[in-house]
């Protein structure tokens, strides 16, 4: 009894004379510092899980505050960058069909880049008379990492492989590039797998963690 | 000084500290955290100092819409963060669609074509294409143009293929002109999208580009 009330009684200090009260911690950070769980079981954490409604934010947990780990709002309107990010690019006087390793300037380690929606024009992309029965090209878009300078980019290709164009004529490609951060993504890289000749088949190595 | 211990008298009535694991409870006897309140707390900001163990088996994430920590739903209607949409379009003729008003708001969504597909109006994907749509063997073929665009505030689609008529393959006589597509949608809600970009042109000097590099927009 006389031990509770001596911590009532620092308790009691702390509420009143110091601004800050600090909970299993000697130095407070702020006004309250609890050094362990706190439970918040109506409002502001509700036990009774309210849903958002309406306009809302999502939350973050800052890693460049001191101390770190303040909470605060995801507001893209006060970020150059989003977890989404679209643009669109225009590449004109294309070499016939082909983009061949274009770098985006976008690095590997920090996003994780799409095409959508490209579209060739200004040239017409042409038949393959280099094989014995003349072929045409197959509409081919991809990002493939890049290296220069030590650092790994994606890069942009664009092609109607193999195929050319009427005339050797230079074309142009208009697509839209989706760049997401890479903290939302998890990027599996490539599995593969093999048909055999058949029509269908089952993959035998997909990563544990999509199945 | 007898004003001081009413007030302390007032905080005690529902403070609770359990000397033996220095668990402090508000109006809770049992605290089963370091602090434990059983009531309304304001703050204005908040850390986690260790928010703790990953959540392994999904949980939610936290968004706020008030002033309070709320669970972020993406079933309730117009919430979801990434909303994944099959859009069917039937009675297209030969010459494909050169604009259709999905009616998904501009200002609150991004709208990305994934993946699509041509059909003929029977589900059948046997679908020729016929370059310069005159009939003849032209020895060429058109780019696929299929993208979503943004108008008068919604996002519009076109899906044809670069000056190309659609034909069935069985019977590529150009007489059929009921076709379907398939455009399979992401829409992302604009809480997690940048779309004021600045579009990007550049010129590759009759070059396939393979020694150049785009300009990055600015912030990346």
Redesign the interface.
């Known amino acids: 009894m006389k ?2 009330t001596t ?2 009684l620092v ?2 200090t702390s ?2 004379i110091s601004a800050q009260v600090g ?2 911690t000697k130095t407070p ?4 510092d ?13 036990t009774v ?11 973050t ?1 800052s890693k460049d ?1 001191t ?5 605060k ?2 507001d ?1 309107a006060l ?17 016939q069909d ?9 690095e590997t380690s ?2 994780v880049v799409a095409i ?6 200004d040239a ?4 393959n008379t280099t094989t014995s029965i ?1 072929s ?2 197959a ?1 081919s878009t991809e990002i493939t990492p890049v290296t220069t300078g030590g650092k790994t ?1 994606n890069a ?1 290709n664009l092609s ?1 492989q193999g ?1 050319g164009t ?1 005339s050797a004529q ?1 074309g142009t490609w208009s697509l ?1 590039l ?2 997401y951060e890479k903290a ?1 993504v998890k990027d599996w890289g490539t599995y593969t797998g093999d048909i055999n000749s058949s029509f269908t088949g089952i993959s035998t190595n997909t990563p544990i963690g999509l199945q | 000084m007898n004003r ?1 211990i009413n ?2 008298i007032i ?2 009535i529902g ?1 609770f ?1 359990n ?1 033996q694991n ?1 668990k ?1 409870g508000i109006k ?1 006897a049992n ?13 204005n ?7 703790g163990e990953p959540d392994k088996t999904g949980g ?6 008030k002033n ?6 993406p079933t ?1 209607e117009s ?1 979801g ?1 990434f909303n994944y949409i099959k859009l069917t379009i039937s009675g297209v003729p030969a010459t494909g669609i050169t604009d259709y008003d999905t009616k998904i708001d501009a200002t609150k969504f ?1 709208v ?3 993946n699509y597909s041509f059909q003929l109006n029977n589900g059948s994907t046997k679908v020729a294409l016929d ?1 310069g749509s005159n009939g003849v063997n032209d ?10 665009f943004k108008s008068n505030g919604t996002w519009h689609i076109r899906a044809n293929f ?2 190309s008529k659609l034909m069935d393959y069985i019977n590529p006589d150009g007489t059929y002109n009921n076709f379907k597509v398939n455009l399979y949608l992401m829409a ?1 809600k ?6 004021n ?14 020694t ?9």
């Open positions: 031990k509770i911590i009532l308790a009691c509420l009143n909970i299993n950070q702020g006004t309250l609890v050094s362990g769980g706190t439970l918040i079981e109506s409002y502001v954490i509700d899980n309210s849903h958002t409604s309406g306009n809302y934010y999502l939350l947990r505050t101390p770190i780990g303040k909470v709002l995801l893209i970020r150059n960058v989003a977890p989404v990010n679209t643009y669109n690019i225009t590449l004109k006087n294309v070499s082909d983009v061949v390793s274009l770098n985006t300037g976008l920090k996003y959508t929606g490209a579209v060739f024009t017409t992309p042409g038949v003349k045409f090209g509409y980019y942009v109607f195929a009427t230079n839209t989706c760049v939302l | 001081k007030t302390l905080i005690f403070l500290i000397a220095t402090v809770t605290p089963t955290e370091t602090l434990d309140v059983n009531g309304s707390s304001y703050t900001s908040l850390y986690l100092r260790n928010p939610h994430f936290l968004a706020t819409s309070t920590l709320d669970l972020y739903d309730l919430s963060l991004l990305v074509v994934h370059y020895n060429k073929q058109g780019s696929p143009n299929v993208n979503t670069i000056n992302y604009y809480l997690i999208t940048k779309q970009i600045n579009d990007d042109t550049k010129d590759l000097g009759g070059t396939n580009g393979s150049q590099a785009l300009s990055k927009p600015s912030g990346f």
